[in-house]
T-cell receptor, first 112, second 117 residues
Framework: DAKTTQPTSMDCAEGRAANLPCNHSTISGNEYVYWYRQIHSQGPQYIIHGLKNNETNEMASLIITEDRKSSTLILPHATLRDTAVYYCIVRVFTGGGNKLTFGTGTQLKVEL | DAGVIQSPRHEVTEMGQEVTLRCKPISGHNSLFWYRQTMMRGLELLIYFNNNVPIDDSGMPEDRFSAKMPNASFSTLKIQPSEPRDSAVYFC???????????????FGPGTRLLVL
């Protein structure tokens, strides 16, 4: 699976949009981009995933560049409860029971 | 659904003792994953099962670790004998094998915090 690079930490004011970048310059055509987050002392939580089109769900939006070498997770109106470590993961979908390889992620701190 | 259930939530034991961690996946899910998280190594996959069959155990650190999945609703991770370096948070996750776009989402349990003295 392709390697990802994320900033170590970011700050965001409550109510503002949080934009978390991820570089995956070696991504292959059949690899998906996944985002998970881990709130302190809890298990990781799935947020969103995509292949090449932008995606949106009730939690966030995922913007993937046209060359697919980078992506941005957007939390449109960050709250204090969004403070967490955010993991960008790139992996091939091989048909079932696919393992995730977590990097170090980005520690997002949402402040008043 | 209650989500992935892990027990115990906390375990403190002495070096050399046997430790057994338990996981009940979400009903209907057919993939189960065991992860370990430490400050030094982050979150790493130990082993995963598809339809109760171990698929990849390359992350299991050594022979002291073993995992079983006797049926679709229960799995155990055993450490025997335990050592202080095994102290970590152990997460279990489950998913439903899905052939659609992007594959399946993994749902994580709350974790078991293990301290080996």
């Amino acid at each position: 699976d392709a390697k990802t690079t994320q900033p170590t930490s970011m700050d965001c004011a409550e109510g503002r949009a949080a934009n978390l970048p991820c570089n995956h310059s070696t991504i292959s055509g059949n690899e998906y981009v996944y985002w998970y987050r881990q709130i302190h002392s809890q298990g990781p939580q799935y947020i969103i995933h995509g292949l090449k089109n932008n995606e949106t769900n009730e939690m966030a939006s995922l913007i993937i560049t046209e060359d697919r070498k980078s992506s941005t997770l957007i939390l449109p109106h960050a709250t204090l409860r969004d403070t967490a470590v955010y993991y960008c993961i790139v992996r091939v979908f091989t048909g079932g029971g696919n393992k995730l390889t977590f990097g170090t992620g980005t520690q997002l701190k949402v402040e008043l | 659904d209650a989500g992935v259930i892990q027990s115990p939530r906390h375990e403190v034991t002495e070096m050399g003792q046997e430790v057994t961690l338990r996981c009940k996946p979400i009903s209907g899910h057919n993939s189960l994953f065991w992860y370990r998280q430490t400050m030094m190594r982050g979150l790493e996959l130990l082993i995963y099962f598809n339809n109760n069959v171990p698929i990849d155990d390359s992350g299991m650190p050594e022979d002291r670790f073993s995992a079983k999945m006797p049926n679709a609703s229960f799995s155990t991770l055993k450490i025997q004998p335990s050592e202080p370096r095994d102290s970590a948070v152990y997460f279990c996750a489950s998913s439903l094998i899905f052939s659609g776009e992007g594959g399946e989402t993994q749902y994580f349990g709350p974790g078991t915090r293990l301290l080996v003295l």
